[in-house]
């Protein structure tokens, strides 16, 4: 579930983020981000990979969007749902779509967060570190 990486030769772990996102420029341009904020990512670029990629990968988090091909992310949330071991990763929404109509179906659905793109990096950070320091995810094995 972690992955172990070295920091002048000492362990540290490094809690697994997945990115699901059809515009591939986002998903690079916040894997980097994540990257040089010391976490691991995992990019999908659809619903349906997304459900699949999780099972495979148990990340600690999930940045997902709504706007999806092959499942949009409500199906995404629903389906994860579904499955004991990834309905307790925690999930936050980064989307275009309108916050009015779609803020409180993403939270009553699961998510823990809701973002309009282009969302605030450190807001952003700030609450996937939150996410992740208060032992939500797989098993509450997360970094501290």
């Not at 988090?61 to 949009?72: E, F, S, T, V, W």
């Not at 699961?110 to 320091?133: H, M, S, T, Y």
Request: glycine content about 8%; charged content about 20%; aromatic content about 6%.
């Amino acid at each position: 579930m972690r992955t172990e990486s070295y920091t002048d030769g000492q362990p540290m772990n490094r809690a697994k983020i997945m990115v699901v996102d059809d515009d591939p420029d986002l998903r690079q341009a916040l894997s980097l981000r994540l990257r040089a904020n010391n976490f691991d990512t995992v990019n999908v670029c659809d619903g349906y990979s997304a459900i699949a990629m999780a099972q495979r990968e148990h990340p600690h988090l999930i940045i997902l969007d709504l706007g999806l091909p092959a499942g949009d992310g409500f199906a995404v949330l629903k389906n994860l749902q579904q499955y004991p071991a990834l309905s307790v990763i925690p999930v936050i929404v980064l989307t275009a779509r309108d916050p009015e109509t779609n803020e409180k179906r993403t939270l009553e659905s699961g998510a823990v967060a809701f973002f309009q793109k282009p969302a605030d990096n450190e807001e952003l950070l700030g609450v996937i570190r939150a996410c992740l320091q208060t032992g939500w995810g797989p098993g509450g094995d997360l970094p501290s």
